[in-house]
């Protein structure tokens, strides 16, 4: 991720939303977090970088990213907005419904504006700190250890680096 610059698409203009958490995430509740959209310089990949804080103007602590595909589907119901992509659906709420309209429809312009063809570039790769070959990827069920055992197994996508 730190290998990659990326540019501010929106320069600056971000939103708070609520993200639900995944597995066990799922039970400590919806924490807020501040969204700001990226694109990473040399791999080429469209993000959604979300932050806990915003200090002085700027996002601090990184706690990850939503990679938007050509293939995102987005979907808004009230003030929810949902990202579905291959390996995770994102369950955001926003604090209207106007905004989460809002946000999907920037969103959707932005990949097909970064996508235009519909495709990521061949360099792109969501996992920036790898290079990728080409094609050689596989959707596989993952067993967790630890407390993942609990969770139960996951669908993950691999690829051969």
Known sequence: DDDDDEEDVLQGRGVWLAKKGEGLG???GAKKRFFLVVFGTFTRVLKWNYYAHVKHDVPVDKKGSVVLYPTSEFTVKGKDLSI???DRTWNLTAGSPEDALLWSTELQRLIKERYPNGQM?????????EETLPN????????GEGMGA???AKK?????V
Not at 121 to 129: D, G, K, R, Y
Not at 136 to 143: C, E, R, Y
Not at 156 to 160: E, G, Q, T
């Open 26 to 28: 799922a039970f400590t």
């Open 84 to 86: 579905k992509n291959p």
């Open 121 to 129: 570039p061949n360099n792109a790769s969501a996992n920036e700190e």
């Open 136 to 143: 050689l990827g596989v959707w596989l069920q993952k067993k």
């Open 150 to 152: 609990v969770t139960g």
């Open 156 to 160: 993950r996508y691999f690829v051969l």
